[in-house]
Nanobody, 114 residues
Framework: VQLQASGGGLVQAGGSLRLSCVVS????????MNWYRQAPGKQRELVGR???????NYGDSVKGRFTVSRDNAKNILYLQMDSLQSEDTAVYYC?????????WGQGTQVTVSS
């Protein structure tokens, strides 16, 4: 499984941004797809998760502001980020898990200016 994230950039506080992650390879084996982020000097944290049934979970800091979705026909994972805050500045990573392995995409930088 290969993942390619894109969509990061610079946005003002209060603005919105949508990240995309194109997934290729053995996509049928994937159980969970996740977005993580890592800010400078901090540990990587889970932002949001979606399973093969479309059920979602979110980290407490983004609940109500971020939405994870997937387009199964196109094999694309999305992260819609609204009401962005300076604390959301980080490198964002997409991640996929099957029963045996965890796969990571390269990160995409999101910078929120206050």
């Amino acid at each position: 499984v290969q993942l390619q994230a894109s969509g990061g950039g610079l946005v003002q506080a209060g603005g919105s941004l949508r990240l995309s992650c194109v997934v290729s390879g053995d996509t049928l084996s994937i159980i969970y797809m996740n977005w993580y982020r890592q800010a400078p000097g901090k540990q990587r944290e889970l932002v949001g998760r979606i399973d093969s049934h479309g059920n979602t979970n979110y980290g407490d800091s983004v609940k109500g502001r971020f939405t994870v979705s997937r387009d199964n026909a196109k094999n694309i994972l999305y992260l819609q980020m609204d009401s962005l805050q300076s604390e959301d500045t980080a490198v964002y990573y997409c991640n996929a898990r099957n029963r045996a392995y965890t796969f990571w995409g390269q990160g995409t930088q999101v910078t929120v200016s206050s």
